[in-house]
């Protein structure tokens, strides 16, 4: 069974603080996903990371997937209280499904 | 935009009562996912279905069965629903091939 860890499981931070979480596997994944879900609400694509060694930026929020594809992070530069919620990592584990197999998850709460 | 429709944002059943599930997508997609969510757990999927009348199990599928009669509508059922799955339970739908999937909101299930 494909299994994702995250790190750290809950981060509470003041507005301005940088932070990064971590996902990791000891499988690889064709491509790997980041979601985020907001209270009350279902979990949005945020991006997908394909080529081992990728960066892609989003605003304020750099994702990078490992150079082996097993592992990944999101780094958010001066985060704000809008960046508040769950952050769910996600491996395509490949098939004609493509299902994917969902982290641990890590809970941001950023304080005004 | 594509939109997910859980039925039910939050439900209370008794131990023993069978429970429905209701979800609705309107983007003809093919693939729909019924998840559990629980802390520290991530995402765990319990059935999945990639066309009408067609289903595969999950990684958690014990306890639950599903139902797929129209493409636009996957039910999950509780056949006899118990404490332990008291949870939040969100519905998923991607494209066939797609990698991406699009959540409801969650149905936050209590059983006493």
């Not at chain 1, 694509?45 to 990078?64: A, H, I, M, P």
Request: aromatic share 10%; proline share 3%; charged share 20%.
């Amino acid at each position: 069974t494909q299994l994702l860890e995250q790190s750290p499981q809950f981060l509470s931070i003041q507005e301005g603080e940088n932070l990064t979480v971590y996902c990791n596997s000891s499988s690889v994944f064709s491509s790997l996903q980041w979601y985020r879900q907001e209270p009350g609400e279902g979990p949005v694509l945020l991006v997908t990371v394909v080529t081992g060694g990728e960066v892609k930026k989003l605003k304020r929020l750099t994702f990078q997937f490992g150079d082996a594809r097993k592992d990944s992070s999101l780094h958010i530069t001066a985060a704000q209280p809008g960046d508040t919620g769950l952050y769910l990592c996600a491996g395509v584990g490949g098939g004609a499904t493509n299902k994917l197999i969902f982290g641990t998850g890590t809970l941001l709460a950023v304080q005004p | 935009d594509v939109k997910v429709t859980q039925s039910s944002r939050y439900l209370v059943k008794r131990t023993g009562e069978k429970v429905f599930l209701e979800c609705v997508q309107d983007m003809d997609h093919e693939n729909m996912f019924w998840y559990r969510q629980d802390p520290g757990l991530g995402l765990r999927l319990i059935y999945f279905s990639y066309d009408v009348k067609m289903k595969e199990k999950g990684d958690i599928p014990e306890g639950y069965s599903v139902s797929r009669e129209k493409k636009e509508r996957f039910s999950l059922i509780l056949e006899s629903a118990s404490t332990n799955q008291t949870s939040m339970y969100l519905c998923a739908s991607s494209l066939v091939g797609r990698t991406i999937q699009y959540f409801g909101a969650g149905t936050r299930l209590s059983v006493l």
